[in-house]
């Protein structure tokens, strides 16, 4: 399939993000990359996904076509991205994160627990596993 017809681009937080839009559906999935990658991670699931979907494979800031963040807080990046899902009208969506985007999928489903129908994970980090350890009741305290 040539994916590039299906490229997008939107003006979120007044910087370009870049994401794939195929499929069509009532029903639509969000899918956030890990570190250095970008949508074309989840090229061996999109024509199965968008078979019965709309799915969004988003560049996440700095990364694939999207420009770098003004800010590259966490709750700046989750913002645009909930900026995105209602700039394209997606209501509650079914969100899959792999690695870095495990951990912004956990806070997008936390801070906005109404887009978020389904939450599915993978590869996720080291980090809170680490912090577990080092600091057990803050890390346990903190949301997600």
């Given at each position: 399939m040539d994916w590039a017809t299906h490229q997008q681009n939107a003006i979120v937080g007044g910087r370009r993000l870049s994401y794939l839009d195929v499929g069509e559906g009532r029903e639509a999935v969000l899918l956030?990359?890990?570190?250095?990658?970008?949508?074309h991670w989840w090229k061996e699931n999109?024509?199965?996904?968008?078979?019965?979907?709309?799915?969004?494979?988003?560049?996440?800031?700095?990364?694939?076509?999207?420009?770098?963040?003004?800010?590259?807080?966490?709750?700046?990046?989750?913002?645009?991205?909930d900026?995105?899902?209602?700039?394209?009208d997606l209501?509650?969506?079914?969100?899959?994160?792999h690695s870095l985007g495990s951990l912004l999928a956990c806070e997008l489903a936390a801070r906005?627990?109404?887009?978020?129908?389904?939450?599915t994970l993978t590869g996720g980090p080291l980090i809170s596993v680490?912090?577990?350890y080092s600091a057990p009741w803050s890390t346990l305290r903190r949301r997600p």
């Open positions: 956030m990359h890990g570190l250095a990658g970008s949508w999109l024509a199965a996904l968008s078979e019965s979907r709309r799915v969004i494979a988003v560049d996440l800031p700095g990364f694939g076509n999207s420009e770098v963040a003004a800010s590259h807080d966490v709750n700046s990046v989750v913002d645009g991205l900026s995105l899902c209602d700039q394209l209501g509650a969506v079914d969100v899959v994160g906005t627990p109404d887009r978020v129908r389904r939450l680490i912090s577990l």
